[in-house]
């Protein structure tokens, strides 16, 4: 069973059908005792990163959270779920993340037209069982104004870009995310909930 961290952030029954899709098993809870129960987690995310951080506290799921992805669950953060995977985030002020992946979430750069939203390639940069069957160039649907500026460049498991490269898909160990909305990107997004849904089953 996947479980798809309700924190009022994200499109979660979209989610949920894709997984469905390829007969996984996925329940949307805020319960830890349910996430506890559960082989993988995926959380989604649309908005800001300070609300986000703030909804997770006030539901009692960071704790949940970094205690599963320590217990070696796949875990795996989708658009704003991503990017609170980092150190912190600079959207509306200074803001504490997860700090599972080092870095900062920072704006896109003056002159570049925000969100940036619609589709854009990928750009594989290592070999990651999350995108098997992902070809480089592959489009996918973004939308946000903000990206993680990752310290490692090992966590980058492949860039996009809009005005500069930035990271699209990062990763490590077993956590990994995806800047992109794959609910939202047809059958080759659909590819990646199902590799995800592979590696719950490992």
């Known amino acids: 069973m996947i479980a798809i961290i309700d924190y009022g952030r994200?499109?979660?029954?979209?989610?949920?059908?894709?997984?469905q899709?390829?007969?996984?098993?996925?329940?949307?809870?805020?319960?830890?005792a349910v996430m506890?129960?559960?082989?993988?987690l995926i959380l989604p995310g649309v908005g800001a990163f300070g609300d986000a951080m703030h909804?997770?506290?006030?539901?009692?799921?960071?704790?949940?959270?970094?205690?599963?992805?320590?217990d070696g669950k796949p875990f795996l953060g989708i658009c704003l779920g991503m990017?609170?995977?980092?150190?912190?985030?600079?959207?509306?002020?200074?803001?504490?993340?997860?700090?599972?992946?080092?870095?900062?979430?920072v704006k896109f750069p003056p002159g570049l037209k925000i969100p940036h939203m619609g589709w854009n390639q990928l750009h594989l940069q290592s070999e990651t069982p999350?995108?098997?069957?992902?070809?480089?160039?592959t489009a996918c649907y973004f939308v946000h104004s903000y990206y993680a500026a990752a310290e490692d460049p090992a966590t980058v498991l492949a860039s996009s870009d809009y005005g500069i490269d930035f990271a699209a898909v990062v990763g490590r160990d077993n956590v990994f995310g995806v800047q992109f909305h794959p609910e939202k990107s047809s059958s080759l997004g659909l590819?990646?909930?199902?590799?995800?849904?592979?590696?719950?089953e490992l």
């Open 10 to 19: 994200g499109n979660l029954r979209s989610v949920q059908k894709g997984l």
């Open 21 to 32: 899709k390829f007969n996984f098993e996925a329940v949307i809870t805020d319960a830890p």
């Open 83 to 105: 990017q609170v995977l980092f150190t912190r985030g600079e959207e509306h002020g200074q803001h504490q993340g997860l700090g599972i992946l080092p870095g900062t979430v």
């Open 130 to 137: 999350l995108l098997r069957g992902i070809a480089e160039g």
């Open 191 to 200: 590819q990646i909930l199902q590799n995800f849904g592979g590696l719950v």
């Open 36 to 40: 506890a129960k559960a082989k993988g």
């Open 55 to 70: 909804q997770l506290k006030q539901r009692n799921l960071i704790d949940a959270i970094l205690g599963n992805i320590a």
